[in-house]
Nanobody, 117 residues
């Protein structure tokens, strides 16, 4: 069992930055793929970024603006979000995938990010 707790969300003006954190407990996550997803009102949840032990992947909509990273010593994953746009407004969730592929196994409760124009 893995517990994930997101933090760092808030209200920011367009062009601003936020840094989200996802703290894991219950199991060491250093060897697992971690992901960030988001869900805007009235829309389906969508992939934002993921990180394996050594590389990150990004949705086209955030590439060049967002950076995913991890601190294995703190069992924490981060999402640095720069040049934020109103379209980035959503609840952001982190998740962990135990297997090498397939669905994510555990999810956090989410943190709200709101970007004003």
């Amino acid at each position: 069992q893995v517990q994930l707790v997101e933090s760092g969300g808030g209200l920011v003006q367009a062009g601003g930055s936020l840094r989200l954190s996802c703290a894991a407990s219950g199991r060491t996550i250093s060897s697992y793929t971690m992901g960030w997803f988001r869900q805007a009102p009235g829309k389906e949840r969508e992939f934002v970024a993921s990180i394996t032990w050594n590389s990150g992947s990004y949705a086209d909509s955030v590439k060049g603006r967002f950076t995913i990273s991890r601190d294995n010593a703190k069992n924490t994953v981060f999402l640095q979000m720069n040049s934020l746009k109103p379209d980035d407004t959503a609840v952001y969730f982190c998740a962990v995938r135990i297997a090498t592929r397939g669905p994510y196994d555990y999810w956090g409760q989410g943190t709200q990010v709101s970007v004003s124009s």
